[in-house]
């Protein structure tokens, strides 16, 4: 075993293990015992079957988070407003609008938080993506060209570590 893959293999069975613990709300020991078993079984099978990798469990990006979430969390906040006050006007200013963004992420994991990150913020969904390049649809034009100004794209590719 690589020592990469044994930092994402107990990486992923405390994740696991964690998650058990919280679904289950039992903490005895005979559902400790079982939960670590499980964790590691599982993490076992992932590690054998190739499917646990960076892209599948970033356990590298977690400091980053740190910084990006509370950020897309107040982007979220912010354009629900703007859809609420658009929704709530009585003439409904909407300016439905397509466009391609250019992804400056360089893996495909950048390249999906990014349009992952569009899409949970209101007003805006990501359509397609295609060669590095993301179609969205915009609820307004002002939201349309707040993704082509590019503060989201730049902010995940830092999040992502390539810019």
């Not at 690589?2 to 293999?9: K, P, V």
């Not at 190739?50 to 354009?79: C, F, M, N, Q």
Request: hydrophobic content about 50%; proline content about 4%; charged content about 15%.
């Amino acid at each position: 075993m690589r020592s990469d893959t044994g930092i994402l293999f107990f990486s992923l069975s405390a994740t696991l293990f964690a998650f058990w613990l919280a679904l289950s709300g039992q903490y005895n020991a005979t559902f400790f015992i079982i939960g670590i078993i499980c964790a590691i079984l599982v993490a076992v099978f992932g590690v054998r079957l190739a499917v646990v990798d960076e892209e599948g469990h970033p356990i590298h990006l977690g400091l980053r988070a740190l910084t990006y979430w509370p950020w897309l969390i107040w982007e979220i906040a912010k354009s629900a407003v703007d859809v609420t006050t658009i929704i709530l006007n009585p003439k409904l200013p909407i300016s439905p609008t397509m466009v391609k963004i250019k992804a400056k992420q360089k893996t495909g994991l950048g390249v999906s938080i990014f349009a992952n990150s569009i899409t949970l913020t209101p007003g805006t969904i990501s359509v397609d993506v295609v060669g590095g390049e993301i179609l969205v649809h915009a609820l307004s034009k002002s939201g349309a060209d707040d993704l082509e100004e590019g503060a989201m794209n730049r902010r995940v590719a830092r999040f992502e570590g390539s810019s």
